[in-house]
């Protein structure tokens, strides 16, 4: 697929600008009600969030890094790669999702969470991920590679930033149903 890279960052950024909404909306509402489960298999809304929160410590990290050290020119198309597309196509929410198992180191079931550090670490998260998706206007979303959490593989930059995002979506959509 090949996507014109301003409408794939504005569109990036308005996923973004939604979840920090989000979690604005959440701060109103009561840690116990945030901390509540279905069951005791499923996560709480606020472990939702913490497992975006652990993911965030790596990618941002990662994004921040290759950027900074690319002098790679911008192009004004993002051709994405295979995998990375269908990684990042896998992320976004539908009717019939497919649960996926997540790595331990990134599983916050069972933990004792408080809505103020979550919440706030979340948000901090997705601002820098605002900033990231400013930066990256100015770099070559197809011919940088990123690392990502599965070993030896790295993705394009546009498809780990449209992997991260839908990935942030899916579980900001779980954590809206579990209101």
């Known amino acids: 697929m090949v996507f ?7 569109e990036l950024k308005k996923y973004t600008n939604n ?6 909306f ?20 606020l472990e939702c969030l913490e497992h975006l929160n652990l993911y965030a410590e790596f990618y941002n990290r990662e994004i921040k890094q290759r950027i900074q050290s ?13 995998l990375g597309n269908k990684f990042a196509l896998d992320m976004l929410p539908s009717e019939k999702m497919k649960t996926m198992k997540t790595f331990k180191s990134k599983n916050p079931i069972h933990s004792k969470l408080k809505k103020i550090n979550v919440l706030s670490n979340f948000i901090k998260n997705q601002k820098e991920l605002l900033v990231l998706l400013e930066l990256v206007k100015d770099k070559n979303l197809t011919k940088i590679k990123t690392s990502i959490t ?6 394009r930059l546009g498809d780990t930033l449209r992997f991260v995002i839908y990935h942030n979506e899916r579980h900001v959509v779980q954590a809206k149903k579990l209101m």
């Open 19 to 24: 979840h920090i909404e989000f979690a604005h």
């Open 70 to 82: 690319s002098n790679l020119p911008s192009v004004d198309s993002f051709k994405s790669g295979f």
């Open 150 to 155: 599965l070993p030896l593989l790295k993705f």
């Open 4 to 10: 014109n890279v301003d409408e794939l960052l504005t």
């Open 26 to 45: 959440l701060e109103s509402k009561p840690e116990i009600e945030l901390q509540k489960k279905v069951n005791d298999t499923s996560w709480s809304i």
